[in-house]
């Protein structure tokens, strides 16, 4: 079993940052990769950016690059999301995940607010 915790989430101007910041406990020792999606109300869930746990290699959705930036803590099994220059259409619940060989686990969300 894998619990992950997200937290960072909160209100903020449009033009302003926030970091979002997710910790793995449990099974992690075969992480394949951890990332973020994001839900905005009456919308589906889409992917925002993830990070390949070896070798480190980066993914981000076009509507985030350039502005938003993951990193990760492999010894803290942390993945963070650095947002910065957020917009109202950011707005949304923004779920970390995680990869194993055969899985995903998610954790509960964050509400990142973008106030124009």
Do not use: H
């Not at 406990?25 to 950016?49: D, H, I």
């Not at 993830?50 to 993945?79: E, H, M, P, Q």
Request: hydrophobic letters at 35%; glycine letters at 12%; one cysteine or more.
């Amino acid at each position: 079993q894998v619990q992950l915790v997200e937290s960072g989430g909160g209100l903020v101007q449009a033009g302003g940052s926030l970091r979002l910041s997710c910790a793995a406990s449990g099974r992690t020792f075969s992480t394949y990769t951890m990332g973020w999606f994001r839900q905005a109300p009456g919308k589906e869930r889409e992917f925002v950016a993830a990070i390949r746990w070896s070798g480190g290699s980066l993914y981000y959705a076009d509507s985030v690059k350039g502005r938003f930036t993951i990193s990760s803590d492999n010894a803290k099994n942390t993945v963070y999301l650095q947002m910065n220059s957020l917009k109202p259409e950011d707005t949304a619940v923004y779920y970390c995940y995680q990869d194993l060989v055969g899985s995903r686990s998610w954790g509960q969300g964050t509400q990142v607010t973008v106030s124009s």
